[in-house]
């Protein structure tokens, strides 16, 4: 079974600034991807980021980019000029790749406050 | 608005009670899924339903069970209530599921 560590159960950071997220995970397989949710105080899950483990060119959107280590099974999440919205429970999570059921495993979260 | 809806969005059961929570998706996905939310432990999948017809249990699945009634709905019941399943209760729905899912916004149950 896949298993993903947030080791960080808390996290802030000043307006403006640079923060990263860390996200260790635990499987034997080598089809795979990996995914970064953010939850706002709203509830909602958010789908930030999307990475693929056979590609080698981390994932970005915007001010968000990964720094994807497969040999290392890691995938931190680094949000830049952070911004007063995005405050919120972030989440990693892991999907095996084939098969049909799409699972996805998820961290115990990170929660992150920006601040003025 | 195209998406994933659940009802209701808050909930107060007493212990032993039934309740079924409902969730829909209008995006023609043929997966869908169940998952509880509680501090400290991230979110857990109940169940999940591949396709249209099938069910499979996940990770935390007893004290519930599931009816995919068709492609759009996918009902979670909770037979007998207890206080260890309060909790927030999130649908899911994917299409070619490695793109993640769409969630719903989520039940907010509480069992006294």
């Known amino acids: 079974a896949q298993t993903v560590t947030q080791s960080q159960p808390e996290m802030s950071v000043q307006e403006a600034e640079t923060v990263t997220l860390s996200c260790t995970y635990d499987?034997?397989?080598?089809?795979?991807?990996l995914f970064w949710y953010k939850q706002p105080p709203s509830r909602q899950m958010i789908l930030v980021i999307r990475q693929e483990a056979y590609k080698q060119q981390n994932a970005t959107e915007n001010r968000f980019s990964v720094n994807f280590q497969k040999a290392a099974k890691s995938f931190s999440l680094k949000i830049s000029d952070s911004q007063l919205g995005d405050t919120a429970m972030y989440f990693c999570a892991f999907m095996k790749g084939g098969g049909s059921n799409y699972k996805l495993t998820f961290g115990k979260g990170t929660l992150l406050t920006v601040n003025p | 608005n195209a998406g994933v809806t659940q009802t209701p969005k808050f909930q107060v059961l007493k212990t032993g009670q039934s309740m079924t929570l409902q969730c829909a998706q209008d995006m023609n996905h043929n997966s869908m899924y169940w998952y509880r939310q509680d501090p400290g432990m991230g979110l857990r999948l109940i169940y999940y339903?591949?396709?249209?017809?099938?069910?499979d249990k996940g990770e935390v699945p007893n004290g519930y069970n599931v009816s995919r009634l068709n492609k759009r709905e996918f009902s979670l019941r909770l037979e007998s209530a207890a206080p260890s399943q309060t909790s927030v209760y999130f649908c899911?729905?994917?299409?070619?599921?490695?793109?993640?899912?769409?969630f719903g916004s989520g039940t907010r149950l509480t069992v006294v």
């Open positions: 499987t034997s397989e080598n089809n795979y991807y």
């Open positions: 339903s591949a396709s249209e017809g099938t069910t």
């Open positions: 899911a729905s994917s299409a070619a599921g490695t793109y993640g899912y769409t």
